[in-house]
């Protein structure tokens, strides 16, 4: 089975990490996304939602974490292939706290709902 990201892209991640040079591959950012969208899915579900239909011009919520926390798992990927090592740790760490805001956000049964009714 081919993983088709839903929540964010690859362009995105490179949107976010575009002030820190980097060699890694997409395909490293593909596994990055992959993990992100599957811990975004995990956190729903441990409410109770099975059936959430992201729509990109709604969710910015959902989008927004997907992208910080894929580009933080891309950053832990192999943190090696940056350049200037304190702003890939400045850069982690703002990532981390926006990803554990939104994950905050979605395994709250109320904030889910109100995002499943717009």
């Known amino acids: ?8 892209s690859v362009a995105r991640i490179d949107g976010r990490l575009q002030n820190i040079s980097s060699d890694m591959t997409s395909g490293q950012k593909w596994f990055a996304i992959e993990d992100a969208e599957g811990t975004i899915e995990a956190a729903m579900q441990k409410i109770g939602v099975t059936d959430f239909v992201f729509d990109p011009a709604k969710h910015r919520l959902v989008q927004s974490t997907a992208t910080d926390l894929a580009s933080f798992y ?11 090592r304190e702003k890939v740790a ?29």
């Open 1 to 8: 089975m081919v993983f088709q990201p839903t929540f964010t």
């Open 74 to 84: 891309a950053i832990l990927y192999n943190p090696t292939t940056f350049v200037m």
């Open 90 to 118: 400045l850069m982690a760490d703002m990532l981390w706290a926006s990803a554990q805001r939104g994950l905050g956000l979605l395994s709250d049964p109320k904030i889910v709902k109100w995002l499943m009714s717009l």
